[in-house]
């Protein structure tokens, strides 16, 4: 059964020093704020794994929290680029960045291979593309039955997913509403989970769209009202376009992603 | 420079170009950006039956604006159903029920194979692209891509530097060699006009010509020796209707 | 997209002898009424696919429309046998009857390999059980990264699926919820799909736990209240137990189900 | 027979026998019949935070009467969550979630084996059972499981005519040859006690007995020589409590 903590002290427990971390939502429900609270915690060597990782991995590969990104699509959605990662791939600056990269499909097929406790899965994907010629976890499977070739990618097991959703009730199940990506998959995928969610509720009543998660199969709900800012919640907050542009200048300097660093994360800790 | 093309901008006429090319009642798998542009200019306009499907789980979104993001919520309030980003892949997009791939990309290559990834080498880019998203397997297994970007000699290149998605690979044949399902690109769209591939070689050919814009201008933007087809069409300019459309679009969103 | 049709002439355009042919319900929203009309329309050589063929398929079998039956579980539901399908195995009245059976898990993910467009599904199934002797269409598959067995099975592609659904609207959208077994899959696999619902309605308004198949994946809708009868349709009417009940001792004697036959089903005809 | 043993029959001894082998918040895949009447009574009884997994799709069913079939509605009302048949296998059962899987059999061997195939030859079958459904799969993925069945000898027999789910294959140890995830059949609940696998052996053996069962009538209603447990237990008798609740629940059916 979830337990229900303090955001702080959720991290401190279930997010731990080369872990493998996915924070996922595709644009909708991100866990900005749970990724604000392992920057803080100065977690490090972590394999960071999202299908689009946008600002907040930005935010924690410039913090210098991440050894290697599984991703699929990195970028600053509507905007641009993400400058922080672009400068890790670089220069290695603050620290290498190992990556590998899959296409969404197989991002997509990599978690449902993980919360099905299958050690791979089988797509028609990447065929004739230069990704497996630099990613390793592609390979080619033949059909048993019409000898087909098709592409196998492994399992991702996360040793922590983190995502964000709208509510959870007392006993911790949680409840989603809306475009809900991969985060079912992710969650079931990971040995640990970790839930931020808007509101806790006396009791979840059924939404079109939904999708619960019992309470058994997450490790640590934690009430962070909009913790996905400034992406949205649906029914609760718009996304904050303006956020995402004004995060373009602050991540191209070294300097002032720093200082936006101390001034917006590490000072809340203090 | 006409007076009519005065009225309008090069974008404009992309965009407008771009959405003519999607008939009414096609299943498109729309990338977000000017792909998603050209999808909801053409649904407000000569295609109200159009069906768009996002990757981010969207099937049959209706947006009376564009949105801002593939994941905008205005996609998911007004969808016909709403899907897992799982789902959407295998059960919407792999097995082949979606017409069209509309995609963009940073660099598209003679044969119209795209790249989203790097430009340079992979292990020490010069740039570092997004990378991959779903549009290698939105190339692959669509009935058809269209391609929407500016024409510059950046952009088009002889060979692209990393093959996110398969085009035409090296020429015609190899797609059927790779066993991919899809016909590939039959039109790439840009601010200067329309390429599509030969018949027998496959090659991105100059086959129609926005209003005002000299042949010369196209060749300058293209990273290739560009071949001009025999029968250069000229793209009708934007009516008045499909501008309106298209500002109200944008400014709504 | 979907032709609004009436029932006779759904069946009569869409089923032919010969197809291969799925009505799938998982105990809920059975299409018993679809049935009953390709018994009607003397539909022969079918090879009927199901996971759980309980009595419309005891039907379906008695009244010779089958060759071939591909199931994991056949039954009366809280009764107990099915007759007509125990007749036709044993001795083969009417007709021989060539089985296929698989798991539920097995089924299930033959189906989902359909509605994927991939030849064939992976799944942790099977080991040690007699069904593989018996059962051609399952082989072992190994993992490329991990050099783990597992169990493969190949897709599920019925030329023609019909399931039962609560509504549509009169672009031919249809909408189902609470258990919805495997018919979203079943319909995506198909080469044609009809659905019967109870109600064509002006519009769609979304439901907790619902399941929206958009017109342009459905080949006909037919409106037939009550069509799941005997199973039910939540929110339209209960399950009646009495008529599952009352099925065993009707289908346990071949004249009394040839009475049946004529009464209940073929007298509509006229 | 006691005083006591006339106040209920032997089918509600082995409901209340399975259903105190349920702990209270295990989560637990239910068969229909006996598994689904033992489940239910023990979350009205001594576990009520225990979580019902239906194979119909109900993930946390919490019905207030027994459900008439395996995709009774009252199910997906009561469920912490309703998923696809596909989905409650791949996610749900697959990969271990589940404590215990709690299932009938038509036949059960010596080693714990089901058949629910057939009875005889499988192409020239005396009877033809309905078949395998979910169990081969829920005896092969949950942690441990529960067989409940009425003891007798044409059920309870040496070697089970068709393996639909296996138990402890041919003895110990074939079940990590076999590379099964689960402990498998840990506890077979009859009308007249309940059976456990030998540590050593994996022969099921009669560890517990019914209140006033003789032990000649268990081995005469079993297939092979069965073995008695040295420290034999007696079942204590269904409580009040239990009786009200097991008839309350079948008289609101």
């Keep these: 059964m979830a337990e229900i903590l303090a955001l702080a002290e959720a991290v401190e427990r279930l997010v731990r020093d ?20 392992i920057i803080r915690r100065r977690r490090r060597d972590l394999t960071l794994v999202r299908m689009t990782p946008d600002i907040v991995y930005d935010q924690l590969i410039g913090a210098g929290c991440a050894r290697k990104l599984v991703f699929s699509w990195g970028g600053n959605p509507g905007v641009g680029s993400l400058h922080r990662f672009r400068d890790a791939v670089r220069h290695g600056w603050p620290a290498p960045l190992e990556l590998e990269e899959h296409s969404h499909a197989g991002m997509a097929n990599r978690y449902v291979a993980g919360a099905s406790g299958l050690p791979f899965a089988v797509l028609r994907g990447y065929t004739g593309t230069d990704l497996p010629r630099h990613t390793p976890t592609i390979e080619p499977i033949t059909c048993p039955f019409t000898g087909e070739r098709l592409a196998a990618v492994p399992a991702l097991n996360p040793d922590v997913t983190v995502i964000h959703a709208q509510r959870a009730d007392r006993a911790g ?81 070294r300097d002032r992603f720093e200082r936006w660093l101390a001034d917006e994360v590490y000072r809340e800790a203090a | 420079m006409t007076g ?8 404009e006429m992309m965009a407008v170009a771009a959405a003519r090319a999607l ?36 099937v049959g979104a209706k947006p009376d604006r564009l949105p801002a993001s593939i994941g905008d919520g205005i996609l998911a309030e007004t969808a016909d159903a709403v899907v897992s980003v799982p789902e959407v892949f295998n059960y919407w997009l792999q097995p082949g029920r979606i017409d069209v791939g509309f995609l963009g990309a940073a660099q598209l290559d003679r044969f119209g194979n795209i790249n989203t990834t790097v430009i340079g080498d992979y292990a020490e880019p ?25 024409q510059s000699r950046r952009g088009f290149v002889e060979k692209v530097d990393f093959v996110t998605s398969v085009g035409h690979g090296r020429g015609r044949g190899d797609r059927e060699r790779l066993g ?11 601010d200067l006009g329309v390429l599509r591939p030969d018949p027998d070689t496959a090659e991105l050919v100059l086959t129609e010509i926005h209003e005002g814009v000299p042949v010369e201008r196209v060749r300058a933007a293209t990273g290739w020796d560009l071949r001009i087809a025999p029968e250069l069409a000229r793209t009708p300019p934007p009516t008045e209707e499909e501008l309106t459309a298209l500002r109200r679009l944008k400014a709504a969103s």
């Design chain 2, 4 to 11: 009519k093309y005065a009225e309008y901008d090069s974008d």
């Design chain 2, 180 to 190: 991919l399902p899809g016909a590939g690109p039959t039109m790439v769209v840009t």
């Design chain 2, 126 to 150: 010069a740039v570092r692209l997004p990378g991959a998203g779903g549009a290698p397997e939105i190339a692959a297994s669509c009935r058809e891509v269209f391609v929407v970007l500016p």
């Design chain 1, 173 to 253: 199940n949680v409840q989603l509403w809306g475009l809900v990506g991969v985060q079912k998959e992710a969650v079931l995928a990971a040995r640990r989970s970790l839930v931020t969610v808007e509101e806790i509720v006396p009791e979840l009543t059924p939404v079109p769209d939904g999708v619960v998660l019992p309470s058994w199969v997450v490790t640590a709900v934690a009430e962070v009202p909009r913790g996905a800012h400034p992406s949205y919640a649906q029914g609760y907050y718009e996304r904050d376009n303006d956020y995402y542009a004004a995060w373009d200048p602050i991540s191209r300097d």
């Design chain 1, 18 to 37: 080369g872990d493998t971390v996915a924070l996922e939502g595709f644009t909708h429900l991100i866990p900005v704020r749970a990724g604000h609270e």
């Design chain 2, 23 to 58: 008939a009414n009642g096609v299943r498109c798998f729309v990338g977000i950006g000017l792909p998603s542009t050209a999808a909801n200019l053409a649904r407000r306009t000569h295609a109200p039956d159009l069906v768009l499907i996002y990757e981010s789980g969207a």
